[in-house]
């Protein structure tokens, strides 16, 4: 992918959120360039162009934002209740937001990712058609409903009495092992995690049209809505907490009310977290399982944004999650630049294969590991995989622990 230029500002620092999978939102500074970017092309006479589309209303369409809170993180909380109807939509991309917000701003949101999306999918190195197949039907709601007390086990009342059942009996495609019935609850729950992960949309609607035989549970508002990237324009975020991505896409400020010189930036930012959610995390909806060094350092690095000119000093591999940023940096913006240094490594010298066989082995994981990492300790689904995908500049094997250990050491030679 060609990167954006880069230009320093020498007065004026701009800060960009990053979406830390579902994490609270953090304030990055940023120095990018001063000149206005990704608000459609201007013709001669200095107007605007935007992509094409149309605004539409859901309660006509049915195409409300989804319900799933754990589909669009932390932010979006506006269209998840006042502004789930109210959306512009163009090929690729759907805006929702409150109405009474001018039309240039979601005509801008959507240039914006219309514009930037094949970019993304260059940057990890996936193809759109990639993306839409490992992109799941429907939000993480959907998935936790039928696991607990449903896929994992339900009970059943006939005249001979209770019968106990769960998705080896429900599912005839489920490669059930041999020593099923001996399995641990945590064992069944990533293999099961693990076969969804893999499975088809329609292998997906099959199974959730059993749970509604069973349980009341009505799955329209949780889906990803027609395969195209959502976005929320949410007026609680401004120029400093500007973006979040999300499993379904994003939520970023409402351009009237925060616009930004680095937009363009932003939204590739938050765009490479929305693919590494659909690749690696498609049951979370959130990147908890993954290192924040890793998934902040990736979207930083293969957005052109801004890397730390010097890695002395700093260890950014040891931030695992958002505690640890509190730990080991006092400016999250030299956090963000630092993250980045520590990706750049990772793609210098590995494929963007590589680094996508990485994600896939953390979405298909079916160990008894810890699935979700805590303060200084990586989660057994990143680890594992990080250690068989990842290598170092002579090509032997990249430890995450050997990495933290010799961080400085291995960047240097």
């Known amino acids: 992918m060609n990167k954006i230029k880069l ?8 800060a960009l959120v990053a979406c830390g999978g579902g994490e609270s939102n953090e304030t990055v500074s940023n120095n990018n360039s001063s ?3 990704g608000t459609g092309n201007s013709n001669s006479n200095g107007s605007t162009s935007y992509v094409a589309g149309s605004f539409k209303s859901a309660d006509l369409t049915g195409a409300y934002f989804p319900s ?23 090929e690729d991309v759907m805006v929702y937001g409150d109405p009474n917000l001018p039309d240039t701003d979601f005509k801008h949101a959507a240039t914006l990712v219309e514009n930037l999306l094949n970019a993304a999918f260059n940057a990890v190195g996936i193809t759109r058609q990639e993306f839409d197949d490992y992109r799941p039907k429907y939000t993480p709601q959907v998935f936790n409903n039928l696991i607990n007390g449903y896929l994992l086990g339900f009970t059943v009342e006939t005249e001979q009495g209770a019968e106990e059942h769960d998705i080896s009996d429900l599912d005839s495609d489920f490669p059930a092992p041999a020593n099923w019935s001996e399995m641990t609850y945590n064992q069944r729950y990533s293999f099961v995690i693990g076969y969804w992960n893999s499975a088809s949309d ?34 609680t975020m401004n120029g400093s907490r500007y973006g979040q991505g999300s499993i379904i896409g994003m939520n970023i400020a409402p351009n009237s009310t925060a616009s930004r010189n680095d937009d363009d930036e932003v939204v590739l930012h938050e765009l490479i977290h929305m693919i590494q959610f659909n690749v690696a995390v498609p049951t979370e909806g959130a990147a908890y399982g993954l290192d924040r060094w890793f998934t902040e350092g990736q979207a930083t690095y293969l957005a052109g944004q801004k890397v730390a000119s010097s890695h002395s000093g700093h260890y950014p591999v040891h931030v695992v999650d958002l505690y640890d ?7 999250t913006g030299l956090a963000y630049e630092h993250y980045a240094v520590a990706y750049k490594y990772i793609d210098t ?3 963007k294969a590589e680094v996508l066989n990485m994600l896939l082995d953390i979405r298909n994981y079916q160990g008894e590991g810890m699935r979700t ?30 990495y933290r250990s010799n961080y400085h050491t291995i960047l240097n030679n």
């Open 7 to 14: 230009a320093l500002i020498a007065v004026v620092s701009f």
């Open 373 to 402: 990492r805590s303060s200084g300790v990586s989660s057994d689904i990143f680890q594992e995989s990080f250690n068989v995908n990842m290598h170092k500049k002579d090509g032997t094997q990249l430890t995450i622990n050997d």
């Open 325 to 331: 940023e509190g730990q080991h940096f006092s400016d």
């Open 202 to 235: 329609s292998k997906h609607g099959e199974l959730v049209a059993s749970y509604t035989e069973h349980y009341q549970f009505d799955p329209v508002g949780y889906n990803t809505v027609a395969d195209k990237v959502v976005v929320c324009l949410d007026q």
């Open 349 to 351: 010298h590995n494929s």
């Open 68 to 90: 799933d809170g754990a589909a669009s993180g932390n932010g979006g909380a506006e269209c998840l209740s006042s502004f789930n109807y109210n959306y512009f939509e163009s």
């Open 35 to 37: 000149t206005p970017s």
